[in-house]
C-alpha cells in the first residue's frame, strides 16, 4: 500500500508540473489557435525574472511571483500586438514567427547575463519533507500542486464565469459577428495571449527551485506541454488537467520500472499511437454551432 501510494503521489507531482507548463500554452493554442512555439521562452524568463528579483533585489520566491507574472504577460501581450496580430489564420507563419522569438529570447538573455546555469533557492519553509499516511513528501511539490489547482480554478472562472470570457469563446467561435455586437476582438486576444504568457513565466518561476535555470530550459517543457494539450483536447481545458495526469502517473510508473530516458520515450510512444487513432484528443470540448 505504501508503494501503491509513493507512485500516486510520484505521479501527482509530476502532472501537477506537467499541468504547469501547459496551463498557459492551453490557452493560447486551445482558445485562439495560436501555435506559440516561444512558450518555453516565456517559462525561461519567468525562471530569470524570478532570479534576478532574487539576487539584484533580494526578493524571495514569494512576492516575486506577482511580478514574474505581471512582467511575462506585459512582454507576451507586446509580442502579440508587434507579431502575432498580423498572422492570425496563417498558421505556418505563426509557427516561423514565434520560433524566431523564442531564439531571440534566448539570445537576449545569453548577452543579457550568460549562458551559464543558474539556482534559485528553495523557500526555507518549504525545504523539508512531509508525511502524508506515512509517505515522506517533498513540501514543495506539495505547495506546486495546491497552486496548480488554484491557477486552474482561476483560470476555468475567468474563462466561464466572466464577461471576458464569454467575450474570448464569442470572438473564437465567430470574430465577425462579435465585433458587430461591439466586442474588441483584437483587445480581446491581446489580453488573451498575454494572460497565458503570464501563466508560463509563473511557471517557470515555480519550477526554477526543482532545476537549473539556463537559456535552453523552456526547450523540453514547451514540447511536454504541447503534447499534453494535443492529447487532452486543444479546446478542452478539464481535459489538459486529465492529460496531465494521466502522463504524470504513467510516467512516474514507468521510471520506477526502467528510468527517466526509457519512461519518456515510451510515453511518447503512448502518445503517438493514442494521437494516431483519436487525432482529437481523449477529450472534446462541447461548443453550441
Known amino acids: 500500500m505504501d508503494f ?18 501547459a496551463l498557459g500554452l ?30 539584484v533585489f533580494g526578493i524571495t520566491l514569494f512576492p ?6 505581471a512582467g511575462v504577460a506585459l512582454i507576451g501581450g507586446l509580442i502579440e500586438i508587434g507579431v502575432i496580430r498580423h498572422l492570425y489564420k496563417r498558421t505556418l507563419d505563426t509557427i516561423l514567427a514565434t520560433w524566431g522569438i523564442g531564439v531571440m529570447l534566448q539570445q537576449a538573455i ?16 518549504l525545504a523539508n519533507s512531509i508525511s ?18 488554484a491557477l486552474f480554478a482561476i483560470t476555468w472562472f475567468l474563462l466561464n464565469r466572466t464577461s471576458g470570457g464569454m467575450r474570448l469563446r464569442a470572438v473564437v467561435q465567430d470574430p465577425a459577428i462579435a465585433s458587430s455586437f461591439g466586442i474588441d476582438a483584437s483587445r480581446v486576444r491581446t489580453l488573451t495571449f498575454a494572460y497565458g504568457a503570464g501563466l508560463a513565466g509563473l511557471a517557470g518561476a515555480l519550477v526554477a527551485p526543482l532545476k537549473s535555470v539556463s537559456p535552453e530550459m523552456g526547450t ?45 520515450a515510451l510515453v511518447l510512444l503512448v502518445i503517438v499511437v493514442l494521437i494516431r487513432f483519436r487525432p482529437q484528443g481523449l477529450f472534446v470540448a462541447r461548443v453550441r454551432s
Open 132 to 149: 502524508i499516511l506515512g509517505v515522506d513528501v517533498s513540501a514543495y511539490r506539495v505547495f506546486i500542486i495546491l497552486a496548480v489547482a
Open 26 to 55: 492551453s490557452i493560447i493554442y486551445g482558445s485562439m489557435g495560436v501555435i506559440n512555439m516561444a512558450h518555453g521562452e516565456f517559462i525561461m524568463l519567468g525562471a530569470y525574472g524570478a532570479w534576478a528579483l532574487n539576487k
Open 110 to 125: 545569453r548577452l543579457a547575463v550568460g549562458g551559464e546555469l543558474r539556482y534559485i533557492e528553495m523557500p526555507p519553509s
Open 220 to 264: 523540453g517543457y514547451v514540447v511536454d506541454a504541447f503534447f499534453v494539450v494535443v492529447l487532452g483536447g486543444v479546446q478542452s481545458l478539464f481535459g489538459t488537467v486529465a492529460s496531465s495526469f494521466i502522463l504524470g502517473q504513467l510516467t512516474g510508473v514507468l521510471a520506477y520500472w526502467q528510468n527517466d530516458t526509457i519512461a519518456k
Open 4 to 21: 501503491v501510494l509513493q507512485q500516486f503521489i510520484t505521479g501527482l507531482s509530476i502532472g501537477s508540473i506537467l499541468l504547469l507548463v
Open 64 to 69: 516575486s511571483l506577482i511580478i514574474v507574472f
